[in-house]
């Protein structure tokens, strides 16, 4: 397996359209997308998809637009996965994402600022696209080098299980998240990494 290194900090050359990752992140005034994660452990991974599907209706996975999506919203993801199945590391793991905003672990767990103790992985899709091939091998790959790298299981949980109605019914947050929604196979991945 091969990760790709694009970290979202000041210092990336990667370019999108005249400018480059790293100016866009100084534009937004900050060094980098992260904060310092608060002792202990990280034991869950956060499922998510994304696309630009907004701002390029054409080329709804272009790279540069999904990394100014950060930029421009002030959040972040550990990984990345495309379409084609790559893996960009965005944020060390180490280092807290800002990928659940507020957010709750399933009944019993019931943890709340899942950020804290999370990995959060992205993958390029829309609402209507489901998932690649590629990007189910990929993932699975991503996780089981989690696991084995943290030395235990994993909590898997999509992000709509955290932050959707019942975190809404909660007060917790206003607007319910729907990603990774219900064309995420959940059996197939959990199956894959057992
Ligand atoms: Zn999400």
């Known amino acids: 397996m091969k990760i790709h290194d694009c970290l979202l900090n000041n210092r990336n050359g990667f370019s999108i359209g005249n400018t480059t990752l790293g100016k866009m992140v100084a534009t937004a005034k900050k060094q980098n997308l992260w904060d310092k994660r608060p002792s202990g452990l990280v034991d869950t991974v956060v499922?998510?998809?994304m696309s630009a599907v907004n701002i390029?209706?054409?080329?709804?996975?272009?790279m540069g637009q999904l990394l100014k999506i950060f930029c421009d919203y002030g959040v972040s993801?550990?990984?990345l996965i495309t379409r084609e199945g790559d893996?960009?590391?965005?944020?060390?793991e180490e280092a807290k994402a800002w990928h659940c905003g507020p957010s709750i672990m399933p009944d019993p767990d019931n943890r709340?600022?899942?950020?804290d103790f999370s990995i959060g992985i992205e993958l390029a899709a829309?609402?209507?696209s489901g998932f690649t091939d590629a990007q189910y091998r990929a993932l699975r790959e991503l996780s089981l080098d989690i696991e084995k790298r943290h030395g235990m299981d994993m909590n898997f949980v999509g992000h709509d299980q955290i932050a959707g109605k019942r975190a809404v019914s909660m007060g917790?947050?206003?607007?319910p998240k729907a990603d990774p929604g219900r064309l995420?196979?959940?059996e197939f991945f959990a199956g894959s990494l057992r």
């Open 126 to 128: 829309t609402a209507d």
């Open 87 to 92: 893996i960009f590391r965005l944020v060390p």
């Open 47 to 49: 499922i998510h998809y």
């Open 184 to 186: 995420f196979d959940w």
């Open 172 to 175: 917790l947050r206003k607007e």
């Open 77 to 79: 993801c550990h990984y």
């Open 56 to 62: 390029t209706p054409g080329n709804p996975y272009d």
């Open 112 to 115: 709340t600022g899942v950020n």
